[in-house]
């Protein structure tokens, strides 16, 4: 199982920027995927998931209606669109897989990403 992640970079609050995560080494459309994103200093926290299907989507209340979740199951690819960017929105973002449970609880998940820095200036 392999996560690459991309897409991070450096932004003015206000702006928008996507993020996406390529999944290989697994059947990547049977698996719910999400976003998390851990801030320096801070432990990892639960932006956004997405059910195997693209169905469903579920959002931490502090992105909810400026991130959007999305997946192309034919580029095994989960995204993450964020716009209206905070400078409190400033982290290493990581795609996992799912396994079960609570979405909003990392250990539900397995295969992290290696990460994707987003910085927004003030």
């Known amino acids: 199982v392999q996560l690459q992640a991309s897409g991070g970079g450096l932004v003015q609050a206000g702006g928008s920027l996507t993020v996406s995560c390529a999944a290989s080494?697994?059947?990547?459309?049977?698996?719910?995927m999400g976003w998390f994103r851990q801030a320096p200093g801070k432990e990892r926290v639960f932006v956004a998931a997405i059910t195997y299907n693209g169905g469903s989507r579920y959002y931490a209340d502090s992105v909810k209606d400026r991130f959007t979740i999305s997946r192309d199951n034919a580029k095994n690819t989960v995204y993450l669109q964020m716009n209206s960017l905070k400078p409190e929105d400033t982290a290493v973002y990581y795609c996992?897989?799912?396994?079960?449970?609570?979405?909003?609880?990392?250990?539900?998940?397995?295969?992290w990403g290696q990460g994707t820095l987003v910085t927004v200036s003030s």
């Open positions: 996992a897989v799912f396994t079960g449970g609570r979405y909003y609880d990392a250990g539900n998940y397995n295969s």
């Open positions: 080494g697994f059947r990547f459309s049977h698996y719910d």
